[in-house]
């Protein structure tokens, strides 16, 4: 009897073994299919938009203009609200909501409802406007001679800032739509010169940086200063215009592609001047935040860059994207589930990025 109790008891450990191993598997195969269908990254989705003539990423979706309606998408493509326009229209979108011209006529919608906050005649054509959380702007009158009118968002006029003889470059609102800026462009003189003002909205200017040094294009604002990127130097400035020269960022030789304007301390992306002319041609990325700054070289040339979060998404015409980290030596490449990009639109805050072929526009998550 103990011969044949010891000749069984091989066979019941082998049936267990082949049990647990058989659980083991089928708990590892279950725990793979979750992670796999967790991970979204690369997942794309295509929306067809015929006639499409303009598209402005926001936070968590884009905002279209198709000839005659402006339509607002959400980041995986189901359509908000649409607004019927007509022909020959400007927008401009933030977060905050939507500004629409024709002519003299301004109209303001809400991003969340669609509803028309505002709706009429300014006192002559409307080049452009924004809306912000409090406060709107809009250019009248020409780039080159006009006037700001600033109003809350219901459309009530607050103040005016009349631009005599410059150009409007850019203008916005930051510090919690309690301060306005604006950007302008002085060629009057031996050389041209950019001159950025600040007014909080209703009273008198508040600041005003002057750069006869250099020729200044973009501007970032942070809780108490100011980062103005020009062809040779990033400086750092308070809001009344006093420069921090301990601050001051030698980047001569690099452009300011892209910033993510939504961090109080933006990582900012520069890439090579000379690589700036034609399509895929950026392969030098230069990344810049507070005290770190770190130059990279890509995988393979890339069309556009956009700077986000902790990281720099490069595209490339042919589906490629690479992604360079801050907190990596080395960027990461990837291959789309695309054959042919023809414009980088941006990238959502929620991490989806926002690509087009003509009339075809791609949403390809990122996290």
Not at 59 to 76: E, K, N, P, Q, W
Not at 188 to 202: E, K, V
Not at 239 to 267: F, H, I, M, Q, S
């Amino acid at each position: 009897m103990d011969k044949r109790h010891q000749g069984r008891r091989p066979w019941a450990v082998v049936l267990l073994i082949v049990l647990l191993c058989c659980g083991i598997a089928l708990g590892c195969a279950t725990l793979g299919k979750r992670i796999f269908t967790a991970n979204s990254f690369g997942k794309t989705k295509t929306v067809n938009i015929a006639n499409l003539q303009g598209l402005q990423v926001t936070a968590d979706g884009f905002v279209y203009y198709d000839g005659s309606t402006i339509s607002s998408l959400s980041s995986s493509g189901d359509v908000r609200w649409s607004y019927l326009v007509g022909a020959n229209a400007g927008f401009d979108a933030s977060d905050y909501g939507v500004a629409i011209w024709q002519g003299s006529t301004l109209t303001m919608i809400g991003g969340d409802s669609g509803t028309t906050n505002f709706n009429g005649t300014m006192d002559a054509d409307v080049i452009s406007a924004r809306i912000d959380s409090n406060y709107a702007a809009a250019l009248i009158g020409s780039e080159t001679s006009g006037t700001i009118v600033l109003m809350e968002s219901g459309g009530r006029q607050v103040s005016q800032i009349v631009l005599d003889d410059v150009t409007v470059i850019d203008y916005g609102f930051f510090s919690n739509s309690s301060l306005f800026w604006v950007m302008l462009l002085d060629s009057n003189g031996t050389a041209p010169t950019c001159d950025i003002q600040t007014y909080r909205p209703g009273k008198e200017i508040v600041g005003s940086i002057h750069d006869n040094e250099q020729l200044s294009y973009a501007v970032m604002f942070q809780s108490s200063q100011v980062l103005v990127a020009g062809d040779t130097y990033l400086r750092t400035y308070d809001y009344t215009g006093t420069e921090n020269a301990d601050k001051r960022r030698l980047v001569y030789g690099w452009y300011l592609a892209d910033a993510d304007a939504t961090a109080n301390d933006p990582l900012m992306a520069f890439v090579n001047d000379a690589q700036l002319q034609g399509a895929s041609n950026i392969r030098d990325l230069r990344m810049l935040r507070s005290n770190y700054d770190h130059v990279m070289r890509l995988p393979f040339g890339c069309m556009s860059v956009v700077a986000r979060g902790n990281a720099v998404y490069g595209f490339s015409g042919d589906g490629h994207l690479v992604v360079a980290r801050t907190d990596q030596d080395t960027p990461l490449a990837y291959q789309l589930a695309l054959q042919q990009i023809d414009i980088v639109y941006g990238v959502t805050q929620d991490g989806v990025a926002v690509l087009g072929n003509g009339d075809s526009v791609y949403l390809v998550s990122l996290v």
